[in-house]
């Protein structure tokens, strides 16, 4: 899907978090080039709302809530045969949490990047807090793969994932669906969909159904959240 596809209803604007708290208002548009700096309680109340940065490098921050919206439901995540059997080899070590900076390195190791430093600075801290979270694949002690997300009230939002070798960023994802799963969470929120994530199970929906389901999630009397038991 082209970004001329996705835009939609599209606005530039300042802003402040009081006026993103307006759920309403915010959720009626598709993309949003908006005049602010990219503290940790934007991000958050932005990620609330639905909307996701995502922009070319030197363009406009533009924060995106398209219609449809690329979902993956956990009990619908497809392994292949291949990975499958990566997976049972055990090629990769894998690892959570133990090395997200470098992580987000990884996946902003490209052409064209959306995790400028301000980005980036903004999900350190995050993790810091114990917001935003790392799966990492190893080989003889080298990151090769890893995926990073953010744990957003219950709805894990699968921000972005790289590799160096081939399934090493597959196998993390692996890893990642089965400890949500034991966390309790059912939805891992994909933004956009793509050939990639479309094989391993994520599928489009409509963004009002989207919006239902964080809805609901979040109100929920059991709403999940990231942990381990160890």
């Known amino acids: 899907m ?6 939609g209803r599209s606005a530039h604007m300042a802003m402040t978090i ?10 009626s548009f598709t993309a949003l080039e908006l005049d602010v700096p990219v503290t940790v309680d934007f991000y958050l109340h932005a990620l609330k709302q639905g909307l996701f940065p995502w922009n070319d490098i030197g363009a ?7 219609d449809p919206r690329a979902v993956l439901f ?4 497809h392994v292949s045969r291949s990975l499958s059997r990566t997976i049972r080899q055990q090629r990769f070590e894998v690892t959570f949490d133990h090395d997200f900076e470098r992580t987000v390195k990884g996946c902003a190791d490209r052409d064209q990047t959306w995790l400028d430093p301000e980005l980036v600075r903004a999900l350190q801290e995050m993790h810091e807090l114990g917001i935003t979270h ?3 694949t190893w080989r003889n002690g080298n990151l090769v793969g890893g995926v990073y997300g953010i744990d957003v009230d219950g709805i894990f939002v699968g921000d972005s994932m790289f590799h160096y070798e081939p399934n090493a960023s597959k196998v993390a994802l692996a ?3 089965d ?14 969909l793509n050939e990639h994530t479309e094989s391993l199970g994520a599928r489009n929906i409509p963004r009002d159904e989207f919006y239902t389901l964080v809805d609901e999630t979040r ?3 059991t709403m999940p959240r990231w942990h381990f038991s160890r």
């Open 74 to 77: 956990l009990n619908e995540f």
């Open 175 to 177: 890893f990642l669906v």
């Open 2 to 7: 082209s970004e001329s596809e996705l835009r």
């Open 219 to 221: 109100n929920s009397d």
């Open 134 to 136: 790392s799966v990492e």
């Open 179 to 192: 400890h949500l799963r034991n966390c309790g969470f059912q939805i891992l929120d994909c933004q956009v």
């Open 60 to 66: 406009p921050r533009t924060w995106w809530s398209p």
């Open 18 to 27: 009081e006026q993103l708290a307006d759920t309403e208002f915010w959720r």
